[in-house]
């Protein structure tokens, strides 16, 4: 089984800056793709910000030039540097891993999730 650990989430004043991660553990033999979601009560889950391959990104346009997704292969983890944190980014971010596992079986599991709170 593959799981995720994802770290970092806290209370953060308006404009500032954070950084999470998320580590992926297990019989793991590639990973396609890690991403971030976030969800705030009563709303769907959306997108932020995924990373494919370690290579090709891709944004929601809500924080297009704000945030920054990286990953490193060697560690399978992947990062989201927060920047200009507006009120509205107030959420639980959970993270995804979609990949195959050491028996070639393909796996999408989701972190437990972590709340990240920005304050006017």
């Known amino acids: 089984q593959v799981q995720l650990v994802e770290s970092g989430g806290r209370l953060v004043q308006s404009g500032g800056s954070l950084s999470l991660s998320c580590a992926a553990s297990g019989s793991i033999f590639t990973i396609n793709s890690m991403g971030w979601y976030r969800q705030t009560p009563g709303k769907p889950r959306e997108l932020v910000a995924v990373i494919q391959d370690y290579e090709t990104t891709v944004y929601a346009d809500s924080v297009k030039g704000r945030f920054t997704i990286s990953g490193d292969n060697g560690k399978n983890t992947v990062y989201l540097q927060m920047n200009s944190l507006k009120p509205e980014d107030t959420a639980v971010y959970y993270c995804?891993?979609?990949?195959?596992?050491?028996?070639?079986?393909?796996?999408?599991?989701w972190g437990q999730g972590t709340p990240v709170t920005v304050s006017s």
């Open positions: 995804k891993s979609v990949g195959r596992d050491q028996s070639w079986t393909s796996f999408e599991v």
